[in-house]
Every structure is written in structure tokens, then in C-alpha cells.
């Protein structure tokens, strides 16, 4: 087809309020091209929103495309996974929570076992792991929240005794923040504070402490 006949075709269409991406679709005209045999036709202020807009829900469809694709991916490689690590053995139970312990938990203090964190999940597996590896019973367990001035404090309670399945009365008086929860929302944060799963017992710390102590041997060991 003609350069002329490419051009008429091109201003027709652009009289008709197509954009440089639909004519170029519809044609195969390369936008620079475009830009120059229609410089004299420009499209109206209304009609550039509107494709604005249409442009805008284009990106929005495909970042849900991508997000789909995403989470598909995601989904298969946590099969995979997931049947390499579980089930594990008591010993490898074991040896995961003390890692999390030589990571997140409290090591000053000497009469207690405590960790700290914002995600319940991680506290439910490391309330999992003193029940599994240490025997520990529910009624052993104290928790206490770091929570912020414009958090609601009964509903906070409530919140995290349902996600880890620990009576409410065995929280204590919540420590508040003078800051405001927004201040961290942003970060990532759950928007529920920090909670704090502690049992009081110098002997379990102690074994706790010696344990990791041993595990701190590896690298000087040959494989």
C-alpha cells in the first residue's frame, strides 16, 4: 500500500479520534511517521482523558494479568517446596525454632525465654515449637503487646489471643507508643503492634542459651 493511501487512511482514522497507538495497530505505521502527517489534527482535551483513561484500565488489566501469572507461579513453587521441607523430624523441629530463637528472641535476660515480632504466624510457630520440643502448656505462656496511642487496646487483645489461641488473661498491660499506628503502617507492618510470647523459667533459658551455643560450634566443625 501506498505512502498516500497509508496517509489518507491515517487522517481518516485520526478524524475519527483514534490515538497514535490504534492507528499504528490498525496500520502498521510506526508512531513517528504518524506524528508528522498528522501533526495538523490533534485530538481534543476531552478525548485525550478519555484515552487516558482507557489507558489507565488497559494497565490496571494487565497488572492484574500479571498478578495472576504471579501468584500461579508462586503457588507451583510452594508445592515444591513444601514437599522438600515437610514433614519435619522432631530434631529438624527442633534446630528451626532454635534458629528463630538465635535470630528474633530474647537473649539478656535470664529469667525468661521471649520473642518478639509483628507477624502472628511467626509467634504461633515458635508458641508450636516450646509445646513440641519443651513441653510447654498454654497456661505457661505470658503475653505482652507494644501497641500505639491511637490503637484501640481491648480489640488488640482480642486480635492476637484469637491468632494464637492464648486466653486473654494471660496479656499483660499493654506498653504504649506515643507515636500513631500510621507511622508504620507504610513500612509493612500488620497494624496490630509488636507482641511479645514470653515464659518465665531461668532453667529453660538456660538450656535454650547452651543449645545455641553448641549450634554456634558449627563452622569450626569439618564437614
Known sequence: MSNIILRERALTLRKQNK????????LGVPKST??????????TKARIKELRGNNEARIERFRQTMHKKRQSR???????????????????????????????GSKADLYKVALSN?????LSFFIYWLKSIYKIKTGQLRVALQLYSDMERNDEIKFWSKKLKVPTKQF???YIKITKS??????GSFGHGTCVVMIYSVELKEKIMMQLKSLSEIPKMRL
Request: charged share 25%.
Open 19 to 26: 490515538s497514535y497507538s490504534q492507528i499504528k495497530h490498525e
Open 34 to 43: 504518524l506524528s508528522y502527517w498528522l501533526r495538523n489534527y490533534p485530538l
Open 74 to 104: 508462586l503457588d507451583l513453587i510452594y508445592s515444591t517446596e513444601k514437599n522438600k521441607i515437610l514433614p519435619l523430624t522432631k530434631k529438624e523441629l527442633h534446630i528451626a525454632g532454635l534458629a528463630l530463637y538465635w535470630g528474633e
Open 118 to 122: 509483628t507477624d502472628p504466624l511467626v
Open 172 to 174: 499483660i498491660k499493654p
Open 182 to 187: 500510621d507511622r508504620i503502617n507504610h513500612k
